[in-house]
């Protein structure tokens, strides 16, 4: 082992790839460097309207590469020598159909324009027929619930139901799809030349969390429940998985041609993949009793438990138990709210449009000022906004809204849900209306915190990463005193890399267990929030109304 020995932790997210160099030894992130998927960020492929979120593999490809090399370039000199494991971390569910040598079928020139051939973002959610069929067929499945450690609600975020709705709408695709592979496990087979999907190594992480993966069952559901759900997904399954493997192992070592490609040293570790949420939360130093809640356009509230508090006892209404999928040797418990930062940027869009639309027309102005008018507007408005929100009492607004603005996934996912706000006057303001929106998405948070405590999940602290916690002292003080607790932010700006960069550590041997990396390699704590009492108070009252609300609204909001 060479002296302070280095780790590369690489972030998937939405919109970019995150690389981060880190020395095991003290958890000093020395280099970072990011990089934006161009296609996604034009807008190719996805359409909003119809909630179809798709991204194409050299988008990961072009900005990983890219990423990487502009880590390194900040490196000292023969640092990149230091480097021996690298860990990956993405979005999730995040599936994507492929041929029999494990190759996403957009890079075939007959499919590289289609949609239905791209890796499916989390958040589309044109599967929400499928998951309902699925829920049916598994909840009067005489033999076993298999959404039973899933929550016992199956989402259309999720992996059989983005599968079936595309081979159901892409006879082309259903036909050329030998397989189908998750963005986390995808990534490693590709860096270790392992893309065979018979032979590459699975992330417990996404499997047990998105496609109903459980060793009580012998892995995936068998192919005769699949069968009831719809006949096309008949023989699918002996063409997938029945092992996993948890991300604190290697999943092979990196090729010659790709660290040629991204300027590494061949030969090193690679650890098996895991959803950035649950990377997160290691590298944010999630512990029996600590909720670790990423907060992004979605949140992630991520906890771990001994097997002896939780055994085979099922918690409905989460988005999953599994064993070893955070820290391995616990269960890993997920929950989250479906929209978070997404609504701030709805409100955003909707107080932009008329600026953009306007200012298009100014001919006062040349082109090039009136793109830079609308580019310091947006800039400034949810700003501005925060500033004139954070004025207003929490008793002043007479406003109260729901935070379901892209369905709900904890308590009780239901993809159906719609947002909704309430006691709007002649007087509201569009900073009230922001306040109550940011209100909404804590009592949401509240929501989730009921629901573990409900089931005698033990919440000692909120941890809080992500762009928001770093970002919005105002969103972070209204959840402080939401909930009545405080919220500890983490220091690190990169904390899912991070994590991934502890489990590289653990699967190139360089420390033996993920609680010891995150000892040696934890980042610490930038910021507590501290509730304020009176507010809280007033919004325990607050929180009754908004439940109050939701269950008045639930099964309306469905329909519309």
Not at 7 to 13: E, M, N, S, Y
Not at 50 to 72: C, G
Not at 523 to 543: C, L, M, Q, R
Request: net charge neutral; proline share 5%.
């Amino acid at each position: 082992m060479a002296e302070n020995p280095l780790v590369l932790g690489l972030d998937f997210g939405t919109d970019s790839v995150r690389s981060v160099v880190v020395d095991s030894s003290t958890g000093e992130e020395i280099a970072k460097g990011v990089s934006e998927y161009t296609r996604w960020k034009e807008g190719k492929y996805s359409n909003p309207a119809k909630n179809r979120f798709r991204q194409h593999p050299l988008d990961y490809l072009e900005a990983m590469v890219s990423s990487v090399k502009d880590t390194l370039t900040k490196l000292p000199s023969k640092a990149v020598f230091k480097i021996d494991g690298i860990g990956i971390d993405t979005t999730g569910s995040t599936p994507c159909p492929v041929d029999r040598e494990g190759r996403p079928l957009a890079l075939n020139p007959r499919f590289s324009d289609n949609p239905n051939a791209m890796f499916i973002l989390w958040k589309d959610h044109t599967a929400v027929q499928e998951a309902e069929e699925i829920n049916r067929a598994a909840h009067i499945w005489k033999y076993e619930d298999y959404t039973r450690f899933s929550g016992g609600a199956y989402s259309s975020e999720w992996f059989w139901s983005k599968i079936l709705h595309v081979i159901r709408e892409d006879s082309e695709v259903r036909e050329s799809a030998w397989s189908w592979v998750e963005h986390c496990d995808w990534i490693p087979a590709l860096l270790t030349g392992t893309t065979d999907p018979s032979l590459m190594k699975r992330s417990r992480c996404a499997a047990g969390h998105k496609a109903m993966w459980h060793a009580l069952w012998g892995g995936l559901p068998p192919e005769e429940f699949l069968k009831t759900i719809d006949p096309l997904l008949k023989g699918l399954r002996e063409r997938l998985y029945s092992k996993t493997a948890t991300s604190d192992t290697s999943a092979g070592r990196l090729t010659e041609e790709w660290a040629e490609k991204m300027g590494l040293k061949p030969g090193i570790a690679v650890a098996v993949g895991a959803i950035d949420a649950h990377a997160g939360a290691v590298g944010g130093g999630v512990r029996e009793g600590v909720l670790s809640k990423v907060m992004g356009t979605s949140t992630c509230d991520m906890l771990v438990a001994p097997y002896s508090k939780i055994g085979n006892t099922c918690i409905q209404g989460i988005s999953g138990q599994v064993d070893g999928s955070i820290v391995p040797g616990m269960i890993g418990l997920e929950a989250g709210q479906a929209a978070f930062g997404d609504i701030y940027a709805w409100y955003r869009e909707i107080l932009s449009w008329p600026l953009k639309t306007l200012y298009k027309g100014l001919t006062c102005l040349s082109p090039k000022e009136r793109e830079a008018l609308t580019d310091e507007s947006e800039k400034k408005l949810l700003p501005t906004l925060e500033k004139e929100a954070e004025r207003i009492s929490p008793k002043e607004t007479h406003l109260l809204a729901l935070d379901w603005f892209n369905g709900r996934r904890t308590p009780y996912g239901d993809q159906n849900l719609k947002g909704a706000i309430m006691g709007l006057r002649l007087g509201t303001t569009a900073p009230a209306i922001y306040r109550a929106l940011v209100e909404a998405t804590a009592f949401g948070a509240k929501a989730i915190l009921d629901h573990f405590s409900k089931h005698r999940i033990r919440i000692d602290e909120v941890v809080a990463l992500g762009g928001i916690a770093k970002k919005s002292s105002f969103v972070m003080q209204v959840m402080s005193d939401v909930l009545g607790m405080p919220i500890s932010v983490v220091a690190s700006e990169e904390t899912c890399a991070l994590g991934s960069a502890m489990y590289a550590a653990v699967a190139s041997g360089i420390y033996p267990t993920v609680p010891e990396a995150q000892n040696r390699m934890g980042g610490g704590i930038d910021k507590i929030y501290h509730p304020d009492k009176n507010k809280s108070k007033t919004y325990n009252e607050f929180y009754r109304k908004y439940r109050n609300f939701g269950r008045l609204l639930e099964e309306r909001l469905k329909k519309l």
